[in-house]
């Protein structure tokens, strides 16, 4: 028995089954990680568009660590410089206003949609038009939120406040604003649903609609923010600006985080008492997110993103060239989907026995969020297995397109 299967036993014994982890993962550098029997992979999943710097990047591994010997936490009883820090930067490079700091993407977007709610309370407003194939969390409020059965399925009764609208077309949002409705929460490009960017137009007519009607436009930026498109913000590539948006997973490099940016208009609406989160904005976590956006901005990572994932692209477009089974290559910057005809999960595991970790956004997208900082030599590297994955799984003549 080696050491990873121990683990994985002891895992399945004690954990819930809401998850089925495949390798033991004991250590990461970079783009690459090691599991318990240092075998090495490389690492396209990036703790699923966590590790947007790499994986225990030296400046991020300072920052907790001179944190974590200083002061961890202190509650929200007395001040705290990181975060008051981290608010000032992050409304300079955004959307002026506020922040209010939580620990997950969640419970980041469930403070989104309760000061929506607080906003539109007086005028009896209260309902939020999401898009059908969305993600935006787990907890009762977000599985109603995300317009996907498959999460909800069981949880029943839901809250109410949330109709679903059609991703990237305006007339289905147009015919389900009402009285009722507050605001149009959406992410730039749909992560969990399948890699899929919203349409410039669709921003821009989301932005027009919620102008007309009063509406606040909501973002989750909790996948495609923090330079994942090559911008900070997905919302900046179709140059409107939401109201409010929400930032997770990358933005304190794995430290738990979570963070809702309010511009002007939203950013007084919480009052004391309204909202609040334990471990929201401690310093540790104010620390790894301080340090994460001063390697984005060092290392010109926003550019790399671009480029980099030009690079991916290209790779993958030639499997789409190649085989049959291989439909179509989408996203945006450094956030790609591999759309399969059959399971993705099949290419997934089958490019894990080459040593590349990557994984799945739906049944037949294949997702890859590497490292913003990911090399050239790794890129190359990860499309040769990519490549040998594909080859073995779909190779064999008849169904390479002749061209
Ligand atoms: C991951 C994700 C969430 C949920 O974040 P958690 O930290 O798991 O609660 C919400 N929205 C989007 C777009 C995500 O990708």
């Not at 498959?150 to 990237?168: C, M, S, Y």
């Not at 959406?186 to 349409?199: K, N, R």
């Not at 989160?277 to 104010?286: D, K």
Request: glycine content about 10%.
């Amino acid at each position: 028995m080696s050491k990873s299967t121990d683990i994985a036993a002891l895992f399945d014994q004690y954990i819930m089954h809401t998850y089925a982890p495949s390798v033991t993962l004991v250590r990461g550098h970079g783009c690459k990680v090691w599991d318990a029997d240092k075998k090495a992979y490389l690492d396209f999943t990036a703790g699923i568009a966590v590790q947007n710097v790499g994986h225990c990047h030296p400046k991020v591994v300072k920052a907790v660590q001179e944190q974590a010997a200083a002061l961890m936490h202190c509650s929200n009883l007395f001040y705290s410089p990181n975060a008051a820090l981290l608010a000032q930067r992050l409304a300079k490079m955004s959307l002026g206003g506020k922040s209010f700091f939580c620990n997950c993407g969640a419970t980041a977007n469930e403070a989104m949609v309760k000061l929506a709610r607080l906003y539109g309370h007086d005028k009896g407003r209260f309902e939020v038009i999401t898009m059908l194939n969305s993600f935006h969390g787990r907890t009762l409020g977000m599985i109603a939120a995300t317009g996907q059965t498959k999460v909800q399925k069981g949880f029943d009764p839901l809250p109410l406040g949330f109709v679903h609208a059609e991703f990237n077309n305006l007339e289905s949002v147009k015919a389900l604003v009402s009285g009722r409705t507050v605001a149009v929460m959406v992410e730039a490009v749909q992560g969990e649903g399948g890699v899929l960017p919203a349409t410039k137009e669709f921003m821009t007519g989301l932005r027009a609609l919620c102008d007309a009607h009063d509406l606040l436009l909501l973002c989750d930026e909790i996948q495609c923010g923090m330079g994942r498109t090559g911008a900070w913000f997905g919302w900046q590539k179709s140059g409107v600006k939401p109201d409010a948006f929400t930032l997770a997973k990358a933005v304190a490099s794995g430290v738990p985080m979570g963070v809702l940016v309010a511009g002007p208009k939203l950013a007084d609406v919480f009052t004391p008492g309204t909202h609040a989160s334990t471990f929201g904005g401690n310093p540790l976590a104010c620390a790894a997110a301080m340090a994460t956006l001063d390697v984005i901005e060092e290392e010109g990572l926003l550019r790399r993103a671009e480029e980099a994932g030009k690079l991916l692209r290209e790779g993958l477009q030639a499997f789409v060239d190649k085989y049959d089974q291989v439909v179509e290559v989408r996203g945006e910057g450094l956030m790609l989907g591999l759309v399969v005809e059959g399971a993705a999960k099949e290419v997934v595991n089958t490019c894990r026995e080459m040593g590349l970790l990557c994984c799945v956004a739906g049944e037949h997208v294949v997702r890859f969020v590497p490292p913003l900082n990911v090399k050239d030599d790794e890129l190359e590297e990860g499309l040769d297995m990519i490549g040998d994955a594909l080859d073995q799984l779909y190779g064999g003549g008849e169904a390479e397109k002749d061209d």
